[in-house]
C-alpha cells in the first residue's frame, strides 16, 4: 500500500522565489495535514482539510502561505515570496478523520532550504 | 492555548533495560493520545495510539494513559539500539482533528 507520497523531498531556492510543495493523501483518507518541523519550534501544524475543504489555517505563519486541495489525491503549500526564515522540513499527512480514526500517517517530508 | 510538554532528553538506557518516556498535557478535554518515533531525517511514525485509561500493549511497547493526572507514557522493553530515536507525544482534544505535539524525548540506547 502507498502511504503519503511529498514532492520534491529537497529543494534549495533562493529568497523571492516561489515554492510548491506536492502532496498525495493515501487513498480514501479524508483530513490532509500541512505541519512544518523546525529544530526551535518543532513540529507545527499549518493547516489543515477535511474533504478538500480548509478546516482550520490559523498556522499558516502568514500571506506569503497558501496552501490548496482541489480534489482529495492532492494537495499544495506554496510560498510566495519565499524567505530564508521559511528553511525547515514540511510534512504532509493524512487520517481517515473523525471520532477514533483520527490516527495521523506523514509522508516523508520536503526538506526546504531559502539561500 | 494547548500544550502537551515532553523532557528533551536525551535519555540514555543500556541495552536490554526498559526506556520510559513521560508526556504531560493541559487541556482537559483531550481524547485521542499517540505515540509517535522519529529516526534523524525522517518523517514520524506511528507506534502507538491510546484512548482509555490504564495499559496498552503491543509487543515490547506498553502505553500508559492517566487523564486525572493528564499524563501519558511510553515504556519500551528489552531496548534495542534501533529504538534509538525521538519520540513524540501527540495529544487529540475534543471533536476536531488537531494534533498537538509535544517537542519530543531524544532516545539513546546504548549497546
Known amino acids: 500500500d502507498a502511504g503519503v507520497i511529498q514532492s520534491p523531498r529537497h529543494e534549495v531556492t533562493e529568497m523571492g522565489q516561489e515554492v510548491t510543495l506536492r502532496c498525495k493523501p493515501i487513498s480514501g483518507h479524508n483530513s490532509l495535514f500541512w505541519y512544518r518541523q523546525t529544530m526551535m519550534r518543532g513540529l507545527e501544524l499549518l493547516i489543515y482539510f477535511n474533504n478538500n475543504v480548509p478546516i482550520d489555517d490559523s498556522g499558516m505563519p502568514e500571506d506569503r502561505f497558501s496552501a490548496k486541495m482541489p480534489n482529495a489525491s492532492f494537495s499544495t503549500l506554496k510560498i510566495q515570496p519565499s524567505e530564508p526564515r521559511d528553511s525547515a522540513v514540511y510534512f504532509c499527512a493524512s487520517s481517515l478523520g473523525g471520532g477514533r480514526g483520527n490516527e495521523q500517517f506523514f509522508g516523508p517530508g520536503t526538506r526546504l532550504t531559502v539561500l | 492555548q494547548k500544550e502537551v510538554e515532553q523532557n528533551s532528553g536525551p535519555l540514555s538506557v543500556p541495552e536490554g533495560a526498559i526506556a520510559s518516556l513521560n508526556c504531560t498535557y493541559s487541556?482537559?478535554?483531550?481524547?485521542?493520545f499517540f505515540w509517535y518515533r522519529q529516526y534523524s531525517g525522517k518523517s514520524p511514525e506511528l507506534i502507538m495510539s491510546i484512548y482509555s485509561n490504564g495499559d496498552k500493549e503491543d509487543g515490547r511497547f506498553t502505553a500508559q494513559l492517566n487523564k486525572a493526572s493528564q499524563y501519558v507514557s511510553l515504556l519500551i522493553r528489552d531496548s534495542q539500539p534501533s529504538d534509538s530515536a525521538t519520540y513524540l507525544c501527540?495529544?487529540?482534544?475534543?471533536?476536531?482533528?488537531?494534533?498537538?505535539f509535544g517537542k519530543g524525548t531524544l532516545l539513546t540506547v546504548n549497546p
Open positions: 501527540a495529544v487529540n482534544g475534543g471533536s476536531n482533528y488537531k494534533l498537538t
Open positions: 487541556d482537559r478535554v483531550s481524547q485521542s
